[in-house]
């Protein structure tokens, strides 16, 4: 069960757009449209974005979008703004009995 | 309002026990799969189990199998994490979380707000 590949750290300015990816293999993101993506601000729960590869749960803003392209899955978030500075994290299944999450990306808006 | 609320975190020695509980509520608690996720300090999450709705299939992360039991009661919409023969590698923040739906693949949709447990001597 090895972690899923995030790049540490990404960064844009408010209103632009950020693409952070999240890279497996095709036992896990390859393989599978159970893509999740989770946004966790310090100190609090992590929140789910986007689920099953492209879907928002009700209530999450349409400036968040999710896509996947063989073994890498990608979350974009457009528009930035200062409250989406936060940890963001990606989960996949990896096979049919278990989950595998990503290291975590830490996203700053400058 | 969904709601889950842990408890039953603490300090327990190396090869000690515990048991973690997740209280449900704002939903039919029975009709999704829940799961327990964890959180090192200063680490990213970690899955470590989940349970079908109607309780009858488990599933365990390898770092757990064999030491930790999830069960749940669906009469008092309540998780548990039975926690056994614990590892200062165990020490983590461990988070209850609700499913999109009967599959515990598809992604959690809620979460408590964890409880804290530490493995140390």
């Known amino acids: 069960q090895s972690a899923l590949t995030q790049p540490p750290s990404a960064s844009g300015s408010p209103g632009q757009s950020v693409t952070i990816s999240c890279t497996g293999t095709?036992?896990?993101?390859?393989?599978?449209?159970?893509v999740s993506w989770y946004q966790q601000h310090p100190g609090k729960a992590p929140k789910l974005l986007i689920y099953?590869?492209?879907k928002r749960p009700s209530g999450v803003p349409d400036r968040f979008s999710g896509s996947k392209s063989g073994n890498t899955a990608s979350l974009t978030v457009s528009g930035l703004q200062a409250e989406d500075e936060a940890d963001y994290y990606c989960?996949?299944?990896?096979?049919?009995?278990?989950?595998?999450f990503g290291g975590g990306t830490k996203l700053t808006v400058l | 309002e969904v709601q889950l609320l842990e408890s039953g975190g603490g300090l327990v020695q190396p090869g000690g026990s515990l048991r973690l509980s997740c209280a449900a509520s704002?939903?039919?608690?029975?009709?999704?799969?829940m799961t327990w996720v964890r959180q090192a300090p200063g680490r990213g999450l970690e899955w470590v189990s989940a349970?079908?709705?109607?309780?009858?299939?488990?599933y365990y992360a390898d770092s757990v199998k064999g030491r930790f039991t999830i069960s749940r009661d669906n009469s008092k919409d309540t998780l548990s994490l039975q926690m056994n023969s614990l590892r200062a590698e165990d020490t983590a923040l461990y988070y209850c979380?609700?499913?999109?739906?009967?599959?515990?693949?598809?992604?959690?949709?809620?979460w408590g707000q964890g409880t804290t447990v530490t493995v140390s001597s």
């Open positions: 704002g939903f039919t608690f029975s009709s999704y799969a």
């Open positions: 349970i079908s709705g109607d309780g009858g299939r488990t």
């Open positions: 099953e590869v492209i």
């Open positions: 979380a609700k499913n999109m739906g009967r599959q515990f693949l598809n992604g959690m949709g809620v």
């Open positions: 095709s036992s896990d993101v390859g393989g599978y449209n159970y």
């Open positions: 989960g996949s299944c990896a096979g049919s009995n278990n989950v595998v």
